[in-house]
């Protein structure tokens, strides 16, 4: 079982104290409340004015952790100075918009135009489900569709996964194909803070809602244990490699009101 991080003990914010702090924070479902269809999602006013005020300290990182593209995170979370990591860690922004790694798809990207094209095939008949294609990875949500179309959805999406040689990630009423590569938001997060970090030692924060977080959960405990990591989640009894629980995104806004606080940073302004 995972401990609530509201409050916030005073253990925990020991660890959140050292400089840089590296915020790392999945977008939807943790900052944006989960919407039926991806374009629908909004991350809340005071929430985004919280994570510029955060952005703009200059021993905070701020970085949003994704599964949409980085340019959709841009649009949806973006805010000055913040890093973004898109497509499950595949893209990695400094906060000049400049990539960390010059990564390459290679034939990994024909493999997902033919599964793409065969996915969408196999869905014609299943109303409610979404395509997105991302370019590095595909995501196939069912959040709109009837129940009875789950088996068979993922049954499609799996075989034509298998026959190009992609992997599978299933998330909150959605399955994502990826290129068969050891890139996760698990290799990124540990990228991305050795990046920021230099060699010197900082604090490091993780919060994410859904399956996908999970392996930066376990990264980050595994690499740096002093680490504070909290899954968005009310089930207290939610399996999860995370330290600590927030309830909802109303909780993940109140624990950044209270890290800004930690940090005396002024608040007020625009993102």
């Known amino acids: 079982m995972t401990r609530a991080l509201l409050p916030v003990a005073a253990d925990v914010s020991a660890r959140l104290a050292g400089t840089p702090l590296v915020s790392m924070l999945d977008v939807d479902g943790t900052l944006a409340p989960i919407a039926p269809r991806p374009d629908d999602a909004a991350v809340p006013p005071e929430t985004k ?15 949003f952790v994704s599964g949409r593209a980085a340019a959709d995170v841009e649009r949806l979370a973006g805010v000055r100075g913040a890093w973004i990591v898109g497509n499950h860690g595949f893209e990695i922004l400094r906060p000049d918009g400049t990539p960390l790694t010059e990564a390459s798809l290679g034939t990994a990207r024909d493999a997902i135009a033919a599964a793409l094209r065969e996915i969408t095939d196999a ?20 959040r709109l569709a009837s129940p009875t179309v789950a088996p068979a959805l993922r ?95 109303n909780a993940v806004a109140e624990f950044l009101g209270w890290l800004a606080a930690e940090r005396s940073i002024p608040t007020l302004g625009r993102p």
């Open 123 to 142: 869905v014609a008949s299943m109303p409610g489900v979404l395509i997105e294609d991302k370019h590095w990875t595909v995501s196939v949500h069912f």
């Open 155 to 249: 049954e499609a999406v799996r075989r034509a996964a298998d026959r190009h040689g992609l992997r599978v990630m299933e998330g909150k009423k959605v399955l994502e194909i990826r290129p068969d590569q050891d890139v996760n938001k698990g290799t990124a997060a540990l990228q991305l803070t050795r990046e920021v970090f230099a060699g010197r030692q900082g604090s490091v924060l993780y919060v994410g809602d859904d399956a996908t977080d999970e392996d930066a959960f376990t990264s980050l405990r595994a690499a740096m244990p002093m680490a504070v990591t909290a899954r968005v989640t009310h089930d207290e009894a939610a399996r999860t490699a995370a330290e600590f629980a927030l309830d909802d995104t």
């Open 49 to 63: 004015r919280l994570l510029a005020a955060l952005a703009t300290h200059p021993d905070v990182t701020i970085a």
